[in-house]
């Protein structure tokens, strides 16, 4: 099926004039496109793709109580040896805009029809993913959506939702583990399998360990100093990373450079409201902040900033660079590093991605420019069915 052939004329060249009314993807069409995303994104084969014909969806979730069996005696009535009960999540759809501006030149030079707009999906496409890879991560809702400038305040992520309502391990816990560097070892991937409730570790073939590449990487080659015998799979090259028989799945794009808060540091509020673009801060309480110091701003909230401190004067607090968020008196200020990162361990099946197949696609035209945006809005939410079943390890450091 050739992809948006609602929008293209049949001349041998496509030009601005071939994208002639905005309209919506067929659904062949926004399924071929939800496609091109999810093959460019780690969620294939990492997570549930739910793909909505309306703005929400309601899913059911059943659970049985564990204990179902008991003794048969002549005549007598066991009562119900199954206790169900019953639940229900719902996603509900947040509208996204992803604009391409494509020079006239671009347009008119030897680029064919449909070749074109399959090309131009499958770019925008690849951006999407991973975007959309780092919003179903680290969202975090924030109470009015008309006023976010970021996707990732839209919805609360997988990793949000493991911090509020999963368990929580720290990499850097020396009362826990050996060191407090936060690297990757098996002594805590084995915490993490241990730490997951037994009933969700019956197929371990669904659970999935999901980490930044440069842990990965860090595992890789922590498993290629072993001295071992040229038997082992690993030496082998057969398959990916496992550990316990749980595949560890690289995320790409999620960060190595998360704040971690320093023991001791300052910790303090904002006292005023700075703006966007501002580079002045009034806190609470300025001791132990110094010029040089590095500041996370709403730590794990919706409006999450890092920011240094170029000049400390009292309670005024001067940064390098200007805010990129907005935020407001009361917010949290606490003194950090920025090298920690998080690991996520769940059923892959555990983490709902709700794409809506309403995508819209339009053109808006620039003459000065000599230029086309083709702008294109899709809905999305994200969703856990069973936050018991996350497990978290933050602070884990790359080395």
């Known amino acids: 099926m050739a992809f948006a052939q609602s929008y293209i004329n049949k001349a041998a060249v496509i030009t601005p004039n071939s994208f002639s009314a905005p309209s919506a993807l067929s659904k062949e069409e926004a399924d071929k496109f939800i496609d091109y995303v999810i093959d460019q994104?780690?969620?294939?084969?990492?997570?549930r793709v739910e793909r909505m014909n309306a703005p929400t969806k309601t899913i059911a979730k059943v659970g049985i109580g564990q204990n179902i069996l008991k003794p048969a005696k002549s005549a007598v009535d066991p009562g119900n040896t199954v206790s169900i009960t019953t639940d229900q999540l719902t996603l509900e759809t947040k509208e996204i805009i992803a604009i391409a501006e494509v020079s006239d030149d671009s347009l008119e030079d030897n680029i064919e029809g449909d070749a074109f707009v399959d090309h131009l999906m499958r770019m925008?496409?690849?951006?999407?993913?991973?975007?959309?890879?780092?919003m179903c991560m680290y969202g975090k809702r924030i109470p009015d959506p008309n006023s976010a400038t970021d996707i990732k305040q839209l919805v609360n992520g997988w990793i949000t939702i493991a911090r509020e309502n999963g368990h929580k391990l720290n990499a850097r816990d020396a009362s826990m583990f050996n060191d407090n560097k936060g690297e990757i070892k098996p002594?805590?991937?084995?915490?993490?399998?241990?730490?997951?409730?037994?009933?969700?570790?019956?197929?371990?073939?669904?659970?999935?360990?999901?980490?930044?590449d440069d842990i990965y990487q860090d595992y890789n080659d922590y498993m290629g100093a072993r001295a071992v015998s040229t038997a082992d799979p690993y030496l082998?090259?057969?398959?990916?990373?496992?550990?316990?028989?749980?595949?560890l799945t690289s995320v790409s794009?999620?960060?190595?450079?998360?704040?971690?808060?320093?023991v001791g540091g300052a910790n303090t509020t904002l006292a005023n409201s700075p703006a966007a673009g501002t580079n002045l801060l009034k806190v609470a309480d300025g001791t132990n902040i110094n010029p040089g110091d590095t500041l996370v701003i709403d730590f794990q909230g919706g409006y999450e900033e890092v920011v240094t401190v170029a000049q400390v004067s009292g309670t005024d607090i001067v940064i390098n660079g200007v805010l990129y968020y907005s935020h407001t008196a009361g917010q949290t200020v606490k003194e950090c590093v920025c090298d920690g990162t998080d690991l996520l361990l769940t059923d892959y099946r555990n983490l709902i991605f709700g794409i809506q197949r309403d995508i819209k696609w339009e053109t808006e035209r620039h003459p000065r420019r000599r230029s086309t945006s083709f702008v294109m809005t899709l809905r999305v939410d994200t969703q856990v069915e069973n936050p018991d079943a996350l497990v978290i390890m933050e602070g884990l450091k790359s080395k």
């Open 253 to 262: 794009l999620m960060p190595t450079d998360r704040p971690v808060i320093s």
């Open 124 to 134: 925008i496409a690849a951006q999407a993913a991973n975007e959309l890879d780092l």
């Open 41 to 47: 994104s780690f969620m294939k084969a990492n997570a």
């Open 187 to 212: 002594d805590k991937l084995s915490r993490i399998v241990k730490t997951l409730p037994n009933k969700y570790r019956g197929n371990k073939g669904n659970l999935r360990f999901l980490l930044a």
């Open 236 to 247: 082998l090259g057969v398959g990916r990373l496992t550990y316990s028989n749980i595949p």
